[in-house]
């Protein structure tokens, strides 16, 4: 007798009603990133045992936005726009494992189900929201990447405005920040299905961008607001010193990871 | 140095950024429930060994709506409704495992995120959709729950219509139907984060109602609709016979559940 | 020739893709309704000549959240949720025209474009928001229509949240407030298509319930908050003195108004 | 005693809350046009007297995917973007007039409220809708403009999907078609409030960009369903024969049309 097939859930003959496709997955997206420094105890206070903050600058945050299309090997996500385009804004924070030094997603959110189950997979702390993002454009209003150029970003979750954001580009940049420049140290947690018992499942992983294209970063000026709402805590991330706004167009695979370690409970 | 918590992410010192608060997570709700045959192979297909098919009626389906109020133990979402309220439809079939006889979901759609994170916890297959479903009212157009009303549902996915039902009521009825009536044996899957190495986590689990109130069930005559889409499979479940359609206003408690096998493999 | 058909656009051979059918509308829903004084001076600057305030307590607004079922004669959308279900929260204040007490519409916000049709045609000045409202069921945490019992409701738009209210029930009363009693008094406004050439449309008209239908009132006692945005105005609306909530359920019949005065200047 | 303003409603004291200030209104977009001829007295049926069909080819067909920001002079929507972008679907023939040809939209949907009102001002028949476009991307899986190129189209409305077509770029072209080449043809229609009083606002207007920029149309071919639903008959303007398809990125300015006759009847 054959078993159901599938990536992820649900699973059938076919393997066709998965709510995703195994990797690799291919975003084309843009990515405004705007860093700033917060005390650092907020982020400590974010890490669990055994990864450490940062050596150096340990309180830097950045906030990115981004605008995908994303698809499997077919492809043809892309040709269903519905099932390939999302959005999402995180906080990314770094850390220190083992003596070396890893970005961290502290925050997500997405607007589609296809993105919060890739984030499952991946360890991103994914929620839906709504994010929205001013978009270049070559005719009309909308800016073009240049100096002087403006691009607004928002973010609400549950009917409340967390995050909202006005980038001036001023020139071209070297990097694009350096807050989400390392490989990811997730988690991906599981809470025993039996109360009490601890986790089911409770992995470290480390994993980053298995081939990356990008046009030239674009450095600019941030006006940053956070706010408050009973079921977040990104304002806690407060602002105390700006470090720098980028705005990149990129082309990102991802293509798995590795377990760095699995500290789930027996639950026998 | 105090770790961050919560009982699903995102994790923090204060753990109320957590999409899920832990259980017991309570429900007032309106089920819509219709009952078929299906050819019993397309039952069988999708229940991964060990489980297998029912014994009696191996090819009995319930296709369910659902428009819920939910909340955890401290009452508070039910407050600030959009962090409550949420519909969801959803395919059950049973199964047995070690002689025993389970319901099973193969299939389900939700419309908010902590919906789907109640999902990943317990085993359902969650995906976002489009769930409407007529409510009963005193008064004006809608029906009053009476022989003769006739009741709605819709099931879209990706801007897709799924699956559409008229329910007419005829009468008072003993039950809500056999097919969703059984502790549920679900699996809860984690794909490694490295590529070919099988599954984090896969385990088989029951759960069920840690308690249940409602009204008397009422019984209907179905007019159900499925419909093919191009990640679904929900329509593979073809309409062989009708077996009853029901309506049920409950409230419902669940409080985690049992553990009843892990096969997840070494991923050392 | 045949002409195209229909009582909004778009007109077809059919007529049926009329966003909305013509009247009677028939409606069954849930009203929590919010009574408070504002600085009068507040209500008077949203009156347009010849509209005055009202006579006594000319600083009265009511904030009211509606969950509605809506359909037209055939009742056909009853049994398609998705073209009959939807929310709205909406503000009015009372006037006086030519000596009489008419109750208006100075905001609203819907979640459905059939509800912003009808709002065009009945002269209520309807966007797009997000309005939860917390549902009376008989089981489960949610409430029971009772003493003590607590309904949230909130507002939102444009990713902003704009009002949010809990009401906690005391007892049985004797109306559902006074603000909004009297027959309405819209504008139906058009701009000329060509620029300074004023209004093409420019009514006064009446309108109220062609029949009415509804349970017991229940009185409460509200905790109302509103939120400044940047093109929202309701926060003027100043909370300066509660008067009263309420709690209904209700079934209206909407069929056509009366022309008060049409003040269109001549576009020739 | 001043009076409320605002370019719609709601009007206040300010005029800050109207749901669209006054034109010009500046659009930043992508088109994604197909033509084809159906029968033509399938697009004669749409067509009120006076207008009449085209002389040349009366039965061409342009159906247009958009993807736009948008804002009014002062810009300020680009930078809460929630505000600025929408997407929309429509249809589109030509008909002639006096003599001269024109274009006419016969069915519209968008996704934003304040898309909506300017369509009412317009003329546009619109309705709210789901509409995803493949988005052109410099890097990653997402199409460049170059031959070969593939997007994706796909229109949905109350949970069902009304059309969906994939165009491949094939190379530049001289247009980006012709039927929706001509000054727009439209009515403004707003029934009486009274009922059987006909129509209180019944004008044919023209109107057409007033200033117009954009990239090198490209030329494609497209696969194009059209879909049944129960209150839409685009499907109605079934596919006889391909004419062509284009993309072009473009800015336009709106500011304004004229009125070409008003027909609407005395109510007095």
Chains 1, 2, 3, 4 share one sequence.
């Not at 991103?124 to 800016?143: D, W």
């Not at 607001?225 to 167009?249: K, Q, S």
Request: with cysteine; glycine share 8%; charged share 25%.
């Amino acid at each position: 007798m054959t078993q159901p097939r599938g990536f992820l859930y649900p699973r059938t003959a076919t393997g066709d009603s998965s709510l995703i496709p195994a990797p690799p997955w291919l975003y084309s997206g843009d990515l405004l990133t705007i860093e700033y420094r917060t005390d650092p105890a907020r982020v400590r206070e974010l890490l669990p045992a055994p990864l450490e903050p940062a050596e150096e600058d340990p309180g830097a945050v950045a906030l990115i936005w981004a605008d995908w299309q994303s698809c499997a090997a077919s492809r043809e996500e892309l040709l269903d726009p519905v099932r390939a385009q999302y959005k999402e804004a995180f906080a990314v924070v770094r850390c220190s494992y083992r003596g070396r030094t890893y970005s961290r997603c502290v925050y997500i959110w997405v607007d589609k189900d296809f993105a919060i189950a890739r984030g499952i997979h991946q360890g991103y702390p994914k929620k839906l929201g709504s994010i929205h993002l001013t978009r270049p454009h070559p005719y009309g209003p909308a800016p073009r990447i240049e100096a002087g150029a403006r691009f607004g970003a928002t973010l609400a979750a549950a009917d409340r405005r967390l995050a909202q954001a006005v980038v001036t580009l001023t020139g071209p940049a070297e990097t694009n920040g350096f807050v989400n420049g390392h490989p990811m140290a997730h988690h991906r947690l599981m809470p025993s299905i039996e109360k009490g018992k601890g986790w089911a499942l409770d992995e470290l992983i480390e994993s980053g961008a298995a081939s990356f294209d990008g046009g030239v970063p674009w450095r600019g000026e941030a006006d940053l607001e956070l706010f408050e709402a009973p079921t977040e805590e990104l304002a806690r991330l407060e602002i105390h010193e700006p470090i720098g706004a980028y705005y990149r167009r990129v082309g990102v695979v991802w293509d798995g990871g590795t377990l760095l370690e699995s500290s789930a409970k027996d639950e026998s």
